[in-house]
């Protein structure tokens, strides 16, 4: 059990003093003795009652205690260990002042993060400091100015076709049987061996492609492969069915029953089996992880996992609540969650940027009188029975311009035009129906592109080589600014920690750039 001192040392009194504006270690090294109380901290020890002995305990506050100032900071699993040697706010609050080692690894904090979220404790721990601050007054309820936004977020578990989903879940029940059998140890190839007593020598291999051996140049092998995958389901559901204790196995063949009906289309009286044309509305597609789906961020971005939201407070950086669903649900779906965790915070949003997939969602539909709503509005067409400028198409060849209504009003540009057909001002002077086309409020000069390029100006050294304009860096609006370095896409390999912020000084990946016009 851990017990810190609960008066504040003279050491650590001058490091309070030195605190101006990260009131929050304050706020922790004063009332650390209230959050975790005995009760408490049993209850988090219990996350390591399976783990096997050997190396000294650590104490779960002070790791708990390293949790929330890391998402309070924002640092990586490396700089906290940095931190605790450098940084004396962090000492003063983890009891370790003028330390010359970390009082854990990094594996140790890792490991812990991983225990909690399984025990769901990360939520009770955010839970109990925000009740003891209200208690004390130390930091209450304010009004939320929030921005929420979704990013694709892929799974762990591997997406294959309907063959390879088929074989994967008969070769997990026969593994089920091998262990129920004691082959683990004594077999070498224990699945090659039931695979062949159940009469689907296809199993057998590691991979199912090599072991049905068709020429897949042949437009007829992909139902001939099928056929042989199903005819190794009848067989293992059989074999699994004679089995002693046939449940567990059996939890794995119907996850292959799942996607046989899914996706392959019975036979019919002439006809073979065969996959389905198009995807299933709810198609599983991988067999380690039954939650993933096929899902669109946008036309351009597919995800094969999930997605994930994030509600970011605007005014402190702090990211209050998260949500996760699959990635073929709308994004609207999501809100009953970050709702649920604001109100464990007792939070109340004032104000909240979203984009218009969540303008169906009930923190809109529900929305109280106080809460101000901001999002982009929807492109109006043609207001008033004008044209606006997306109906007008230019072609550079041949030398003509379609004006609205498209494909009816073809005007030939001049030849001698700086770049023919882009000059829409006059084109929509000689256009028939030129009192319709839409008038901006403020007339701008037309703006042209010369054939050739200018010469490009000498780089300026003051300025680095990647930086945008300084019109376009103002261009993008402070709620998506926020957001853009806080959902970061997580690695595909399932065995690295995540990391709850995105490690700073890691290199980019490098991006091609065209060479400069001579």
């Known amino acids: 059990m851990w017990s810190p001192p609960v008066e504040p040392s003279a050491d650590e009194q001058k490091v309070i003093r030195a605190v101006r504006r990260a009131k929050l270690f304050v706020f922790l090294r004063e009332h650390r003795h209230e959050v975790f109380t005995e009760e408490f901290q049993t209850e988090l020890a219990q996350a390591y009652v399976d783990s096997p002995k050997g190396q000294p305990p650590v104490a779960p506050a002070q790791l708990a205690l390293a949790l929330i100032l890391q998402a309070y900071t924002g640092v990586c699993d490396d700089e906290v ?19 010359e080692h970390a009082p854990f690894a990094k594996g140790t904090l890792v490991g812990f993060r991983t225990r909690l979220i399984e025990a769901n404790l990360d939520r009770q721990l955010v839970e109990r400091t925000i009740e003891v601050a209200t208690a004390t007054k130390g930091f209450g309820p304010r009004a939320l100015r929030a921005a929420l936004d979704s990013s694709p977020l892929w799974g762990a578990g591997r997406v294959e076709d309907t063959d390879n989903l088929l074989g994967h879940a008969l070769r997990k029940a026969l593994g089920v049987i091998a262990r129920q059998q004691g082959r683990g140890l004594s077999e070498p190839v224990p699945v090659t061996i039931l695979a062949g007593q159940a009469g689907a020598p296809v199993l057998g291999g ?3 492609t090599p072991a049905l051996d068709l020429d897949w140049d042949d437009p007829t092998a992909r139902d001939q492969a099928l056929a042989q995958v199903l ?4 067989a293992v559901e059989t074999f699994v069915a004679d089995q002693p204790e046939p449940d567990a196995a059996m939890a794995w063949v119907a996850v292959a029953h799942q996607v046989r009906e899914q996706d392959v289309q019975p036979a019919g009286d002439d006809t073979p089996a065969q996959l389905r044309r198009g995807v299933a509305k709810d198609r599983r597609i991988s067999v380690e992880d039954p939650q993933m789906r096929h899902g669109r961020k946008s036309k351009s971005t597919l995800v094969d996992g999930y997605k994930r939201h994030i509600c970011r407070d ?3 950086g702090l990211v209050p609540a998260v949500g996760l669903t699959p990635a073929n649900a709308p994004e609207a779906s999501v809100t009953e969650s970050i709702s649920a965790d604001l109100d464990a915070q007792h939070a109340r949003l004032v104000e909240l940027h979203i984009d218009r997939a ?5 923190l809109v539909r529900d929305r109280s009188d106080d809460l101000t709503i901001y999002c982009k509005a929807w492109r109006v067409r043609n207001t008033g029975g ?20 498209p494909g009816h009003h073809a005007v030939p540009a001049r030849q001698d035009s700086p770049v023919p057909g882009r000059d829409l001002r006059r084109l929509s002077a000689a256009c028939p129906v030129h009192h319709q086309h839409r008038r901006t409020q403020h007339q701008h000069p037309p703006r042209r592109a010369t054939a050739h390029r200018a010469p490009r100006a000498p780089a300026d ?15 993008r609006s402070g709620p998506h600014r926020a957001l853009a370095g806080t959902a970061r896409p997580l690695s595909r390999h399932p065995q690295e920690p995540i990391r709850s912020a995105p490690l700073r000084g890691r290199a980019q990946p490098a991006r091609h750039r065209p060479p400069p016009h001579p």
């Open 461 to 475: 050294p003051r300025r680095a080589s990647n930086a945008a304009p300084a019109h376009h860096r103002r261009a």
């Open 81 to 99: 260990i940095e931190v605790l040697v450098l940084d004396r706010r962090w000492q003063l609050v983890l009891d370790c002042l003028d330390t």
């Open 386 to 405: 004008r044209f606006a400028k997306t109906d007008f198409r230019a072609r550079c060849r041949p030398w003509t311009a379609d004006l609205p209504p």
């Open 314 to 316: 605007l005014d402190s």
């Open 231 to 234: 005819a190794a389901l009848d």
């Open 358 to 362: 969540y303008l169906a969602s009930t």
């Open 206 to 208: 590691s991979s199912l």
